[in-house]
């Protein structure tokens, strides 16, 4: 499998006042085309900090985070939007869906920002793939947590991206509606070959995953192929 996500020895840190917080101390990882990898570790051990760094929301200290074979420090700041709209579909724990749109709009957003023709169109054909056909009109309030949780992966795919970071895509749902949106990922990552990292704390989405990464105070503690 050819890389799409390469990190060698990455370092991050925090400055939170007078004090230095490593997040990251030293992180090398390759994640292959269509990899279904599960981040885990626990509270602290830097599993947003490293997701944040592959999206490119955040630059390293130091080493390097590549993806598809680009360097991301040798990127300017148009290149990097412009290879996170393409390449990167995020889903953050608290959905982050805009309130005042309802769900297609939600989804119908980022191909706008990219002016891609026919968005409706494409927007209502992802909501149908996450099972959402009957709830496009519904406003994120009006939404049950999954639902809301469709919706956001439906606004990560929308893009086609070739990479898919989730933050803890399970946090705030029930263990029957954990396994759906489980389920529904691991269906987009074998039809697609969409690359999925996501963190979890979550044994039971861990025991899905196809590898697993263990962080442990900003290190790799354990790589394992399930
Ligand atoms: N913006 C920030 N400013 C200062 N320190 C931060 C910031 N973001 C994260 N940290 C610190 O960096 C370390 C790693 O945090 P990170 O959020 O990556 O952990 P995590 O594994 O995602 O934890 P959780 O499971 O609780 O979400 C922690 O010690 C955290 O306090
Ligand atoms: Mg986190």
Avoid at 188 to 214: C, E, G, Y
Wanted: glycine share 8%; net charge neutral; proline share 5%.
């Amino acid at each position: 499998m050819p890389h799409v996500v390469k990190l060698t020895d990455v370092v991050k840190s925090y400055q939170l006042g007078k004090t230095h917080v490593p997040a990251l101390q030293g992180i090398s990882l390759e994640v292959g085309r269509g990899d279904f990898l599960a981040i885990g570790g626990p509270s602290g051990s830097g599993k947003s900090t490293l997701l944040n760094l592959i999206g490119s929301l955040d630059l390293p200290d130091s080493g390097i985070v590549s993806i598809a074979g680009q360097d991301l420090s040798q990127l300017n700041d148009n290149q990097l939007s412009a290879l996170r709209a393409k390449r990167v579909g995020f889903i953050f724990q608290s959905f982050n869906l805009i309130p005042v749109l309802t769900a297609v709009e939600n989804v119908e957003y980022p191909l706008l920002l990219s002016n891609t023709p026919n968005p409706r169109t494409r927007a209502l054909e992802v909501l149908a793939h996450v099972g959402l056909t009957e709830f496009t009109k519904h406003r994120p309030n009006e939404l049950s947590g999954g639902q809301r949780q469709r919706v956001a992966i439906a606004r990560a795919l929308v893009t086609k991206p070739d990479i898919i970071l989730a933050d803890e895509p399970t946090a705030n749902l029930d263990s029957h509606t954990s396994e759906e949106i489980l389920n529904l990922m691991l269906h987009l990552n074998q039809k697609d070959q969409a690359t999925f990292i996501f963190s979890t704390h979550d044994p039971l989405v861990m025991d899905q995953a196809r590898r697993l990464v263990r962080l442990k105070d900003g290190t790799v503690q354990e790589i394992r192929d399930l």
